[in-house]
């Protein structure tokens, strides 16, 4: 009975406990594959913890035809507004605020969107808004910025199975982590057109296969996770649905697994 006692309050001693601070801004940038499966399942996390959070949701795309076999929408429109009215449903009652911004990130708004205290999640299939968001991390005090994508389906060189989520945490002014251009030449030296409502490019993405923007969902998801429970001890995963294969990499000393952010300062947006 004693050894019964001591193996249950050890069981207890290791359980996990969300420790996101009441107040909390998330900033959700991109609803395409990745990002609607991300809102969806971070709608109800957010939900379970029952506490204050206000949930911003970034698009300036719109919602057509095309989308509907990656992607789960009600109506057409634009992305932001479509996708907060549909979360407004789910957390009517509920401490959580959702706000739509209808644009598409830019070096001319990125200061107004991510403020020090954000958690960010960068749900983009381009390497020039991940440079320009990573960027714009670099110069804040804290934040806590998730980001994911896979590749698409290009044969003979890359099959759509591939993907990646990088975790980029600053805190007192300095990197926790790195940043999403540290250790990826490819998001770093990214100078092509960013997306934007004039961009020839829009409409005509790569083909993505399903199971990968959910494997890639998954992860940040997991990442966030873990974050929030002072429990995050890698800096990057990288999977492979077809070889069944996950990886962390960079991992973080126990002195240097970062923790909640506390409440951001108070402001609009």
Same mark, same amino acid.
């Given at each position: 009975m004693e050894s019964q006692t001591q193996s249950t309050t050890e069981v207890f001693a290791d359980t996990l406990r969300c420790q996101l601070a009441p107040g909390s801004r998330i900033k959700l940038i991109g609803l395409g594959g990745v990002?609607?499966?991300?809102? %969806?399942?971070?709608?109800?996390?957010?939900? *379970?913890?029952?506490?204050?959070?206000?949930?911003?949701?970034? /698009?300036?795309?719109?919602?057509?035809?095309?989308?509907?076999?990656?992607?789960?929408?009600?109506?057409?429109?634009?992305? #932001?507004?479509?996708? +907060? #009215?549909?979360?407004?449903?789910? =957390?009517?009652? *509920?401490?959580?605020?959702?706000?739509?911004?209808?644009?598409? =990130?830019?070096?001319?708004?990125? *200061?107004?969107?991510?403020?020090?205290? /954000?958690?960010?999640? !960068?749900?983009?299939?381009?390497?020039?808004?991940?440079?320009?968001?990573? /960027?714009?991390? %670099?110069?804040?005090?804290?934040?806590?910025l998730f980001s994911g994508g896979n590749d698409g389906v290009e044969p003979p060189h890359t099959q759509g199975t591939y993907g990646n989520v990088q975790i980029a945490i600053r805190q007192n002014a300095r990197a926790v982590t790195a940043?999403?251009?540290?250790?990826?030449?490819?998001?770093?030296? @990214?100078?092509?057109?960013?997306?934007?409502? %004039?961009?020839?490019?829009?409409? $005509?993405?790569?083909?993505?296969?399903?199971?990968?923007?959910?494997?890639? #969902?998954? @992860?940040? !998801?997991?990442?966030?996770?873990?974050?929030?429970?002072?429990?995050?001890?890698? $800096?990057?995963?990288?999977?492979?649905?077809? +070889? @069944?294969?996950? !990886?962390? $990499?960079?991992?973080?000393?126990? /002195?240097?697994?970062? $923790?909640?952010?506390?409440? &951001? &300062?108070?402001?609009?947006?």
């Amino acid at each position: 009975m004693e050894s019964q006692t001591q193996s249950t309050t050890e069981v207890f001693a290791d359980t996990l406990r969300c420790q996101l601070a009441p107040g909390s801004r998330i900033k959700l940038i991109g609803l395409g594959g990745v990002g609607c499966i991300v809102l %969806d399942y971070l709608t109800l996390f957010l939900r *379970s913890l029952e506490v204050p959070v206000r949930l911003v949701l970034i /698009d300036g795309d719109e919602f057509e035809p095309s989308n509907c076999q990656r992607m789960r929408f009600e109506r057409f429109g634009n992305k #932001a507004e479509v996708k +907060a #009215a549909e979360v407004a449903s789910l =957390v009517g009652g *509920s401490p959580i605020i959702v706000l739509p911004v209808p644009e598409y =990130v830019s070096p001319e708004n990125l *200061s107004r969107l991510i403020r020090n205290g /954000d958690h960010v999640f !960068l749900c983009v299939d381009n390497h020039e808004t991940r440079r320009l968001v990573s /960027d714009h991390c %670099d110069t804040l005090d804290s934040v806590a910025l998730f980001s994911g994508g896979n590749d698409g389906v290009e044969p003979p060189h890359t099959q759509g199975t591939y993907g990646n989520v990088q975790i980029a945490i600053r805190q007192n002014a300095r990197a926790v982590t790195a940043s999403l251009t540290r250790f990826h030449p490819e998001i770093r030296n @990214a100078e092509g057109r960013l997306p934007g409502p %004039d961009c020839a490019q829009m409409g $005509q993405s790569t083909p993505q296969i399903l199971m990968a923007n959910l494997a890639v #969902a998954s @992860a940040m !998801l997991n990442a966030f996770f873990a974050y929030t429970c002072g429990q995050l001890a890698y $800096q990057e995963v990288q999977f492979d649905i077809l +070889a @069944a294969r996950s !990886l962390p $990499q960079f991992p973080l000393p126990p /002195d240097l697994i970062p $923790q909640p952010l506390p409440p &951001p &300062p108070a402001a609009k947006g």
